[in-house]
């Protein structure tokens, strides 16, 4: 066998790590988190008008009690129907207040008509958790224009 001083010494910074590791544990991971949607969901956003509902979140631990501090993280579809936030970003990231509530501002809608999601991702003391917020886009007629047509025929009408 040729004795090659490379070998040798990735075979002894190997042993060293392995004694080294042998000990080690991670630290402990926070408590389980969890996300529920408080508003978006399901929200149709009018294009006409560049009206767009705002999504928020409530991180809670495994007890139910609000998470505050915890990173947020809003993500957009690159293509079809979708929106962006400030600057174009297709991402959005924010902190959850003392209530372990955490709003994606500042969401413009873009003008594709059509359903998309929005997927939220959650992070607290090497905890995450996950969901999706359904959102549609569409060229929705204005409320109050549909509602004077209504008041006229109804004033119009014989008694």
């Known amino acids: 066998?040729?004795?090659?001083?490379?070998?040798?010494?990735?075979?002894?910074?190997?042993?060293?790590?392995?004694?080294?590791?042998?000990?080690?544990?991670?630290p402990p991971a926070g408590p389980k988190i969890s996300i529920a949607i408080v508003e978006g969901d399901g929200a149709v956003n009018n294009i006409r008008q560049r009206v767009t509902r705002e999504p928020m979140v409530q991180v809670t631990d495994e007890n139910k009690k609000p998470v505050a501090g915890a990173a947020v993280v809003f993500l957009l579809p690159n293509q079809g129907a979708g929106a962006t936030f400030a600057n174009g970003a297709r991402s959005l990231t924010v902190l959850t207040d003392q209530n372990g509530n955490a709003v994606a501002r500042g969401l413009q809608a873009n003008r594709v008509s059509g359903q998309y999601q929005v997927r939220v991702t959650a992070s607290s003391q090497g905890q995450t958790a996950s969901t999706s917020i359904a959102m549609t886009n569409a060229a929705v007629a204005g409320a109050a224009a549909g509602g004077m047509t209504a008041l006229k025929l109804l004033l119009l009408s014989p008694a």
């Not at 066998?1 to 991670?26: D, E, H, N, W």
């Open 1 to 26: 066998m040729i004795f090659r001083p490379a070998t040798a010494s990735i075979v002894l910074l190997s042993l060293l790590a392995q004694s080294a590791l042998k000990g080690y544990q991670a």
